[in-house]
């Protein structure tokens, strides 16, 4: 055995003793794996769309002026031999629907996919419909595959006279496996000879830690950061032609991201997530509700009998205000369990609590993005 043969052998067991190692050992409660916080290059998905009719409904379907349906339904009929005039055609049972498919870049001729279906007139519910053969074409133009089928339908619509029921959205469904692949993406996988890792988020820390982890389990200095959010990984030689097998090890391989301080509140539901790291400087806070209560009434004024006057109706307004006895309170935050019951200790709803995060903001007392969606 040469020495070069050696070195990929002792690379390869240094690889799984490493690899082993991750897996036996307890991990920290915040580790998480390479695959769950980034991509690899040469895995994803390709888009495919089509377009086509969906017929059979219970008179549900598209009505007389959506003109595009009745001239496809025409344009099919004289496919097969049947001369019509699109102007007496009546599509109440068809349905004229966008086809989209989601086609990993692995997929092989006579794979089959879940298709979705959804409608582009005016169709009521595609309840009890079937897809006729529609193309799937990808970005290209060219076709990838094709779909056919009965949906599942996961709502329902149902209307009377004078009322009305309807459960979640009656004019999508899906075909599951009802798409075939007809034509395969030209890729080879195993003739990369770098692979490019994407991070999901952008963080110096994240990544640098990937690209050391990578390294000490590849036992050689085989990947380098690119950016903030991409690693680059030169395939060690004894991987060449067979990516497979380093994928396996590389997407299992440990670590702990790290981020920058934020707290995401959501005004429309009153929603405020914060991270791990936000943390708030020793500051005293006051928060109370002012609240003011307007009723409005109305008096008669009635008068006496014989007395030749007008009964007359005067309005009546009463105001009320309740305003909150609130007193300071000391509010820090060194761990995010300490910043927790600081906040806790105000009494404060979450909406107020949005208001109170602004303030500190404003304030220079909370360390952290703060992110309004």
Same mark, same amino acid.
């Given at each position: ?27 920290? =409660? ?8 980034? &991509?690899? &290059? ?16 219970? %008179? ?22 049947? @001369? ?20 990993? +870049? ?8 879940? *298709?979705?279906?959804? @409608? ?31 949906? =599942? ?11 009305? =029921? ?12 009802? #798409? ?50 991409? *690693?680059?990984? &030169? ?25 920058? #301080? ?29 609240? +003011?209560?307007?009723?409005? %009434? ?14 007359? +109706? ?16 000391? +509010? ?39 992110? *309004?969606?």
């Amino acid at each position: 055995m040469d020495n070069r043969s050696s070195l990929h052998t002792v690379i390869r067991a240094m690889a799984t003793l490493l690899l082993a190692v991750g897996i036996f050992l307890p991990a920290t =409660a915040e580790a998480v794996r390479i695959k769950d916080i980034a &991509s690899f &290059s040469g895995v994803r998905d390709n888009q495919l769309v089509g377009y086509g009719l969906v017929v059979g409904l219970a %008179g549900t379907g598209d009505k007389r002026d959506s003109t595009f349906t009745m001239s496809s339904m025409a344009n099919m009929l004289e496919n097969m031999g049947v @001369s019509v005039d699109p102007r007496v055609l009546r599509p109440k049972n068809v349905a004229a629907v966008m086809v989209t498919v989601r086609m990993p +870049v692995s997929a092989k001729p006579g794979s089959r996919l879940d *298709v979705t279906v959804s @409608s582009v007139g005016d169709a009521t519910s595609l309840l009890g419909g079937v897809l006729l053969q529609t193309p799937l074409k990808g970005v290209d133009g060219k076709i990838y595959g094709l779909a056919q089928g009965s949906l =599942a339908i996961g709502g329902y619509a149902a209307t009377g006279a004078a009322a009305s =029921a309807q459960k979640n959205i009656p004019t999508v469904g899906m075909i599951p496996g009802g #798409a075939i692949v007809e034509r395969a993406i030209p890729y080879e996988f195993n003739s990369q000879d770098t692979l490019t890792v994407a991070m999901h988020g952008a963080d110096f820390s994240t990544t640098n830690q990937v690209v050391d982890r990578i390294n000490t389990v590849l036992g050689g200095t085989f990947a380098r950061a690119l950016d903030i959010s991409t *690693v680059e990984l &030169s395939i060690p030689p004894d991987f060449k032609g067979n990516i497979v097998p380093l994928m396996a090890t590389l997407e299992n391989v440990e670590i702990m991201p790290d981020s920058a #301080a934020r707290v995401v509140v959501d005004e429309r539901t009153g929603t405020v997530v914060l991270g791990r790291d936000v943390r708030i400087s020793r500051v005293a806070v006051a928060h109370g509700n002012l609240q +003011v209560v307007v009723s409005e %009434g109305a008096d008669v004024s009635q008068p006496a009998p014989f007395s030749g006057g007008e009964t007359v +109706v005067t309005p009546r307004t009463d105001i009320n205000t309740y305003e909150e006895q609130r007193n300071l309170n000391i +509010v820090e935050g060194a761990t995010l369990q300490e910043m927790v019951d600081g906040l806790n200790a105000l009494g404060a709803t979450p909406r107020d609590l949005i208001s109170i995060l602004r303030a500190l903001k404003s304030a220079g007392a909370l360390h952290a993005t703060l992110e *309004v969606i």
